[in-house]
Nanobody, 121 residues
């Protein structure tokens, strides 16, 4: 099993910044895509940003220019730097990773437990 542990959420004023981290651990595995999703109360979970193993990144239109996703492949960790935060960014942020277990090449798709981000106006 591949476990994801997130950290870095919290309460911040509008215009402020936060940095989320997500570390993957478990049996020997490879990681293809790593992504951040978020879910606000009463809304569906939405993709915020994704980073492939090849270095390609993509962002939701609502966060482009404000958020930056990055990966440290040596540490199996993905980060989300969030700047110029707005109240509408308030949500639980979830880390996602997919790839293959090297022992049998089976695919996995794992989620973190979520971390709360609250932006006050």
């Amino acid at each position: 099993q591949v476990q994801l542990v997130e950290s870095g959420g919290g309460l911040v004023q509008a215009g402020g910044s936060l940095r989320l981290s997500c570390a993957a651990s478990g049996v020997t595995f490879s990681i293809d895509g790593m992504a951040w999703y978020r879910q606000a109360p009463g809304k569906q979970r939405e993709l915020v940003a994704v980073a492939t193993s090849g270095g390609t990144t993509n962002y939701a239109r609502s966060v482009k220019g404000r958020f930056t996703i990055s990966r440290d492949n040596a540490k199996n960790t993905v980060y989300l730097q969030m700047n110029s935060l707005k109240p509408e960014d308030t949500a639980v942020y979830y880390c996602n990773a997919n790839g293959r277990r090297l022992v049998d090449l089976s695919e996995y798709d794992s989620w973190g437990q979520g971390t709360q981000v609250t932006v006050s106006s």
